[in-house]
């Protein structure tokens, strides 16, 4: 069992900057690959970032030299800086933790992820 409890989340003007912060506890250890998703209002949920073992990292292409996904060697805490924030940015955003039981594709699809925290939202707005 993994817990996963996300934190960081707020309003923020355009073009600002906000650090989410993903704790995870108990396996952590079988951790193979941690994600971030988000949805916003009416969207549907897509992947951010993502972050193997190895520290390989996949983005989404509208997130590409703004947002930065980092972890621990522990898998502790993952991290999504968020730089250059925009409206579009404004979402419920999850960290998930994909244990690679099966072999996951990269990166994981959805439903590959076996944890998930509760989300915390991110309001881009002026």
């Known amino acids: 069992q993994v817990q996963l409890v996300e934190s960081g989340g707020g309003l923020v003007q355009p073009g600002g900057s906000l650090r989410l912060s993903c704790a995870a506890s108990g396996n952590i250890a079988s951790i193979s690959v941690m994600g971030w998703y988000r949805q916003g209002t009416g969207k549907q949920r897509e992947l951010v970032a993502a972050i193997t073992t190895g520290g390989y990292t996949n983005y989404v292409d509208s997130v590409k030299g703004r947002f930065a996904v980092t972890r621990d060697n522990a898998w502790n805490t993952v991290d999504l800086q968020m730089n250059n924030l925009k409206p579009e940015d404004t979402a419920v955003y999850y960290c998930?933790?994909?244990?690679?039981?099966?072999?996951?594709?990269?990166?994981?699809?959805?439903?590959?992820?076996?944890?998930w925290g509760q989300g915390t939202q991110v309001t881009v707005s002026s």
């Open positions: 998930a933790a994909d244990m690679d039981k099966n072999g996951s594709a990269w990166p994981p699809h959805e439903y590959e992820y076996d944890y």
